[in-house]
């Protein structure tokens, strides 16, 4: 059973840094591109970021770009997001979701953590 | 890019269709056929209903359909029941690795 566990979401001023992690199991965590995707207080999905399966491979959306970090570490399952600068508009559950081998899509999704940018 | 455009609401009695449009452009939508939709109940995560426009995972009723039409996708829900009560989103691949999603649709049945 394929399960995503994120982590690491909390309080931080605006200006602040926070790293979210995703711990992956039930797949073969390496041969798959693994995604954010961010959910603001009463609002709909946006895309985050995106990273191939060896992580070569990185792509964000224009408004992270540069302050937003997608990594991961294939020998642990595990899935990260580097956020820097953060605004308060960046206030928001963070999801991570897998895709399949096709990557048009997103088929799994954890049940995401809260991070919250005020002072 | 520019989120895509979904109805705020859309409403149906138990046991009638109700159908869930999300218009792109020709960078997203109309330009691959690669349009997923996701089901999210309050307070979880969402869950994947519908990708490549038309195909469902395993798991998913056939009362959930999709379909597109130039740079216009659909979702069909027929034989409406009570749980089918949630937020619809679409998600259009847009390129370069790059998605886009719409603004979401809420689903009330009556």
């Known amino acids: 059973e394929v399960q995503l566990l994120e982590s690491g979401g909390g309080l931080v001023q605006p200006g602040g840094s926070l790293r979210l992690s995703c711990a992956a199991s039930?797949?073969?965590?390496?041969?798959?591109?693994m995604t954010w995707v961010r959910q603001a207080p009463g609002e709909g999905l946006e895309w985050v970021s995106t990273?191939?399966?060896?992580?070569?491979?990185?792509y964000y959306a224009n408004s992270m770009k540069g302050r937003f970090t997608v990594s991961r570490d294939n020998s642990k399952n595990t899935l990260f997001l580097q956020m820097n600068s953060l605004r308060a508009d960046d206030t928001a559950v963070y999801y991570c979701?897998?895709?399949?081998?096709?990557?048009?899509?997103?088929?799994?999704w954890g049940q995401g953590t809260l991070v919250t940018v005020s002072s | 890019q520019s989120a895509l455009t979904q109805p705020r609401s859309v409403s149906g009695s138990p046991g009638q269709s109700v159908t869930i449009s999300c218009t792109g452009t020709?960078?997203?939508?109309?330009?691959?056929?690669?349009v997923s939709w996701y089901q999210q109940h309050p307070g979880k995560a969402p869950k994947l209903m519908v990708y490549?426009?038309?195909k469902r995972p395993s798991g998913v009723p056939d009362r959930f359909s999709g379909s597109q039409s130039g740079n216009t996708a659909s979702l069909t829900i027929s034989g409406l029941q009570a749980e089918d009560e949630a937020d619809y989103y679409c998600?259009?691949?847009?390129?370069?690795?790059?998605?886009?999603f719409g603004g979401g649709t809420k689903l009330t049945v009556l």
């Open positions: 979701a897998k895709s399949p081998l096709a990557v048009t899509t997103f088929d799994y």
């Open positions: 039930g797949f073969t965590f390496s041969n798959y591109a």
């Open positions: 990273i191939s399966g060896g992580g070569g491979s990185t």
């Open positions: 020709s960078s997203a939508v109309g330009g691959y056929n690669y």
């Open positions: 490549d426009v038309s």
């Open positions: 998600c259009s691949y847009a390129g370069s690795y790059t998605w886009v």
